[in-house]
């Protein structure tokens, strides 16, 4: 039997903070790129959890929203052709935001040889300071019935509660998953996962300080085709 995968929240995003104007108002604003303070680890299989994560650790104070680009590797570190390498979260429009600390982005592959991934080569186009408060946790998601009781994430899911245990409001997005079945995926990859589908549920989110908010499923979630799937709720950092 495939492992169902039904992990919680992480992972965080927010606009870039345009600072240092001049006193001309004319002027254009100075961008503060922090590429420096990043550092990237690719984890390509995961015995509890999810596969192929890309861990970014930001070494500085201020939260970053970078513009990333990928390259598929073999197991020499050589790019693979013809296989393309993107994220879940969408490091390359710049929409995760990187608090001090480790956050976490999740990797696609596609491609005839998608099986000989072994790791990700990572491009930094540009680290922006983002405008984003201090935390010190995910977002929590919860799925809700039609009553606001605590769901399974399935045809009875009406609504996701978002908790925010932290100190400020944050604002987040909010993703349905479908996961690859393991059974379905090329050979020499039949144990790992990646995500298959991800529907946004709503748009951007403001959840309150130490406070939660709920938003509606997003519709056309449970469709039959992804009714045997693995699924779950990611939340992240979002701008």
């Known amino acids: ?64 929203a970078p513009v990333l680009r990928f390259t598929a590797l073999d197991k020499a570190g050589e790019p ?30 596609s491609g005839k040889r998608e099986a000989e991934v072994a790791d990700v080569a990572v491009r930094i186009e540009k680290a922006p300071q983002a405008d984003f408060p201090a935390v010190r946790a995910g977002v929590a998601a919860t799925p809700l019935d039609e009553a606001g009781k605590k769901a399974d994430l399935d045809a009875e899911t009406a609504r996701v509660r978002l908790t925010n245990d932290n100190e400020a409001p944050v604002t987040v997005r ?25 529907f946004p549920i709503g748009d951007l989110i403001t959840v309150p300080a130490k406070g939660d908010t709920a938003v509606p499923m997003t519709e056309g979630w449970n469709k039959s085709e992804y009714a045997k799937a693995p699924t779950s709720l990611l939340v992240f950092y979002s701008r």
């Open 1 to 64: 039997m495939p492992r169902r995968v039904l992990f919680p929240t992480m992972l965080a995003l927010t606009t870039a903070l345009l600072v240092g104007c001049t006193a001309t108002p004319q002027a254009a604003p100075e961008v503060i790129d922090l590429a420096s303070t990043l550092s990237f680890d690719f984890l390509l299989e995961q015995d509890d959890g999810m596969d192929q994560i890309l861990k970014i650790t930001n070494s500085g104070q201020q939260a970053v």
């Open 174 to 198: 909010v993703l349905y998953a479908v996961w690859e079945m393991p059974e379905n995926r090329p050979e020499g990859v039949q144990e790992r996962q990646q995500v298959w589908s991800a």
């Open 80 to 109: 693979i052709p013809g296989v393309v390498a993107y994220s879940v979260f969408g490091t390359e429009r710049g929409r995760l935001v990187v608090p001090a600390g480790d956050t976490y982005e999740l990797m696609r592959f």
